[in-house]
């Protein structure tokens, strides 16, 4: 009599695909395929990875797009962006409370530059000074954890914020936008021909169609442009309170930049008339942040003045003597 033996366990296992992510498993073939064919390019992979979080985030409020579009905006701009508003405000301070220290170094410089190059005359004592403050500038900012390059930590939250808009961009099913233009700059024309059809296939991938009914108040429908063309004034008044909000410049350089980007702002308005009320709902309830989280910095957080250096008096004159 045959003896029964039990079955594998392998065999009672569910498939591979099964456990696979849907959003996985509703990618084009050729994000999915193993072979030689065109690989998706890195900006594709950011996009659905930005899209899988705004999705994660409408699905667990379960709030309509017009309110999860601005709280996305205030995830990203609490999670990512604040931290690094506050190291570089933090580096800039530490700068300003080494400029006394950097004061007396530039004195103690001054008379050490009369004594090695004073005969060579007045540029070259100038020019002995301000290399030795440049070296002993760098020699402290390293020291204490300041150097420079952070002043310009507050840019990397652009390439966030273009990311984020292209892929509300492809959920409105609208064209490509910048940052897919810049990509293309560094593509071949041969590369960007064999990955047409993967832009259409992600273009469908992420098209949301819930967006044409959860918009609210004057623009319910998300996917078309503002019908009042409210939105585009309230973007532009967003971005020149951002410029009005951080003080008079300084120099004729950063006034004439501040100017140049109160025209751009101006000038947002009827570039963005046809723009999908969704783009312009989060950019501005990011640029509105922004301005809402620069004022909360400023007062838990504030830049303190840096201590003047003693100015020259007149000469002391004492008792029993006679000034010369």
């Known amino acids: 009599m045959p003896t029964l033996s039990r079955p594998s ?37 950011v996009l659905i990875a930005t899209h899988g979080v705004l999705e994660g985030l409408h699905s667990f409020t379960g709030l309509p797009w ?19 508003g506050i190291n570089s405000r933090r580096a800039a301070q530490k700068q300003l409370d080494l400029m006394p220290l950097m004061n007396a170094w530039q004195h103690q410089f001054r008379k ?24 002993k500038k ?7 954890s ?41 593509i071949s024309t041969n590369a960007n021909e064999s990955v047409a059809s993967t832009d259409l296939d992600l273009g469908s991938l992420l098209l949301e169609p819930s967006f044409a009914t959860e918009g609210a108040l004057w623009f319910p429908n998300l996917l078309i442009p503002d019908p009042v063309l409210i939105l585009p004034f309230m973007l532009s008044g967003s971005i020149l309170l951002n410029l009005s909000g951080q003080g008079r410049p300084k120099t004729v350089f950063m006034r004439r930049l501040m100017n140049s980007l109160k025209v751009v702002a101006l000038a947002i308005i009827p570039l963005t008339l046809q723009m999908p009320s969704a783009m312009l709902v989060y950019w501005t ?17 504030p830049i303190r003045k840096p201590v003047a250096p003693c100015k ?12 010369s």
């Open 285 to 301: 309830s990011s640029s509105l942040l922004a301005y809402g989280q620069a004022k909360i910095l400023d007062i838990f957080m």
């Open 9 to 45: 366990r392998t065999l009672m296992r569910p498939s591979a695909s099964s456990k696979l992510p849907k959003v996985f498993l509703q990618l084009p073939p050729s994000f999915r395929s193993f072979h030689a064919s065109p690989q998706p390019r890195s900006l594709d992979s």
């Open 146 to 186: 300041c150097g420079t390059w952070k002043h310009y930590l507050p840019f990397v939250q652009l390439p966030i914020w273009m990311v984020a808009v292209e892929t509300i961009r492809k959920m409105c099913g609208a064209h490509d936008g910048l940052l897919k233009w810049i990509e293309s700059m560094f």
């Open 138 to 144: 760098k020699e402290l900012y390293s020291r204490y």
């Open 66 to 84: 017009a309110y999860t579009l601005p709280l996305t905006a205030l995830a990203i701009r609490t999670i990512l962006i604040l931290p690094i």
């Open 312 to 323: 020259g008096g007149q000469p002391v004159r004492y008792a029993g003597t006679r000034e």
């Open 112 to 135: 050490q530059s009369i004594q090695e190059v004073g005969h060579l005359g007045p540029d070259a004592a100038n020019q002995f000074v301000k290399d030795k403050m440049k070296k």
